[in-house]
């Protein structure tokens, strides 16, 4: 029976997981998007064209402020719920993970998930809610370079539980590891700013 319950709690744990980096990169995706209306021109002119493209911005407005708050309350904050729910009742049936495996990769694990958990809330207060109000905090290349700080997780937490659970976690090749993949994803972002502009 218990067995049978951590079965299913790390089956919800993945679908979980899975469902909420999905949200968390739509919902970064419509924040780019929503910051890109800005280098919508011309508005400030009287004829048609202006016109057209104050209409089209603010339309293009209430459409990714309430796609985004769509996103949150309706896949990011329940899937992150599901996560925590199910991670923490297969540790709660089979409180053995915390001492098996490689030493403190458990920790390390849940030390990652509630800075994931502290990157979403941000997201949410600094950026998602101020540009529903129509305040533009960050640049569209800022809210870029942060729709990819989730990468960092999505590379390290699955690497952490498969290695650290068979006991077979080097910290050290994870931090060089996800160091490196971090600046492939930078470099990768910094190249795609420079096509763009050309």
């Known amino acids: 029976m218990i067995t049978n319950i951590i079965l299913i709690a790390k089956a919800l744990h993945v679908v979980g997981f899975v469902s909420w980096f999905a949200g968390l990169f739509y919902l970064g995706r419509v924040l780019v998007n929503h910051a890109d209306t800005e280098n919508i021109e ?115 937490v699955p690497f952490l539980a498969v290695f650290g659970k068979m006991g077979s976690l080097n910290y050290l090749y994870l931090a060089i590891g996800v160091a490196l993949f971090s600046f492939m994803v930078w470099r990768g972002a910094v190249g795609y700013r420079k096509r763009r502009k050309e």
């Open 42 to 156: 011309p508005v400030a002119a009287d004829g048609a064209a202006a016109t057209r493209n104050r209409l089209k911005k603010e339309i293009l407005h209430e459409e990714y402020s309430a796609t985004a708050a769509r996103v949150y309350n309706i896949i990011v904050n329940p899937a992150m719920m599901i996560t925590w729910l199910a991670g923490l009742t297969m540790i709660g049936f089979n409180p053995a993970y915390l001492q098996s495996g490689s030493p403190g990769w458990l920790h390390v694990k849940l030390l990652f998930v509630v800075l994931l958990v502290v990157y979403q809330l941000y997201t949410k207060k600094v950026l998602m809610l101020p540009m529903a109000a129509g305040a533009r905090p960050w640049s569209d290349w800022q809210l870029r370079l942060w729709n990819e700080v989730p990468t960092f997780f999505l590379v390290s």
